[in-house]
């Protein structure tokens, strides 16, 4: 497939910020081959007039197949949210549950520019499928849980081997893995030196949540006398590439820990508030060097996938919090959501950026909109004006996902057919 982007406003990098100028995006296969020349020939030509042209946005931590439970559990402490209301209605899921949610997930993420996600689910092949069956791309990872060597986490443990060993490389390798410690609070030690020798004998990073919570880091201290990344850290966990989400109760020592070791932190800005547990110190992570990304966490504690309304509160929140305007810029934010997310996934010099030779992960929105108007900083706009409703055209790894506001690869009335039945069988 030949694609060319003709005429189009383009966001990329320069130096250490961006810049937004007119140019012609030429694509063959699955790369971006040529930037700023529109004399190809080409099987499909999309004309740039008032459109922007971004990299593809990339959701470092999210739950898709959780979709199903959006607007169900709400304005609930975290604890009861996730114990009482949401891990009893996962023993009720499905795997075919599962694969609609995701469905369904990354129905909404297409829709509103995200090209790529990190994802933690239950259910193993069902995340798998629906990245194969929609064409985005993902790092996937199946949650574990367990208690040294009892026989239901190790049984996660040899799951998570079995979808490795089928799905690794498919997809012109749009499918990508690491392993997923659940949390400390549901891993205990014996059990994270486990997972972390299958990580080290399968070559994997880390996907796991951390210092999410006041109880997490009561728990953590009472037991191991310790903070949570001080836990983590003495069990040799950091020596892998880890993605560590959320990160909101840090001491100093935490955040030493976390920029010597080089964790990259996903904060969830969104859904922490939600639930309570807080904001994350990003500017303290930032001054030491930490590489900070942004996710959206489930739909159950967001309750939407749109990265857009995270970047916006990433970009304000610290702000406000600080009483400084100039914390967290609309370019940094952007960063987040971009260069810095393929960074944690060692896809560094493939995605996160449009520049030739990069895979074709590109998401074009409409901008002759009210909101869009005076033009006089789009890049400022991306962060404090757009709300997601702006995109109109998603390609992946050079393969047009959406068009014109149209899916291409996915039913959309087929997935909220089933995602209406699974909820009358689950929630009514």
Known sequence: MKILIKNILTVQEKEADFQVKETSIYIENDRIVDIGNNEYEADVIIDGKNKLAIPGLINSHTHAYMTVFRNYADDLPFSQWLFEKILPLEDRLTGEDAYWGTMLGIMEMIRTGTTCFTDMYIFINEACRAVDDTGIRACLSRGLVGSGDDEGGMQRINE???????????????????????????????????????????????????????????????????????FLNRLGLFELNTLAAHCVYLSDNDIDILSEKKVNVITCPVSNLKLGNGIAPITKLLNRNVNVCLGTDGAASNNTLNMFKELQFVTLIHKGMEEKADVISASTGFKFATANAAKALGFDNKIGKIEVGYKADITILDIDKPQYYPRNNLLSALAYSTNGDEVNTVIVDGKILMRDNEFLTIDEEKVKYHIRNISKRLLI
Not at 187 to 209: E, P, Q, R, S, T
Request: glycine residues 4%; hydrophobic residues 30%; charged residues 30%.
């Open 160 to 230: 998570a081997k079995r979808e490795i060993d089928f799905w690794k490389g498919q997809g012109n390798d749009r499918i990508s893995f690491v392993i997923a410690p659940h949390a400390p609070y549901t891993c205990d030690d014996k059990y994270l030196l486990n997972v972390i020798n299958f990580a080290k004998d399968y070559n994997l990073g880390i996907n796991i949540h951390l210092s999410e919570s006041r109880n997490e880091i009561a728990e953590i201290y009472d037991k191991y006398k310790c903070t949570p990344t001080e």
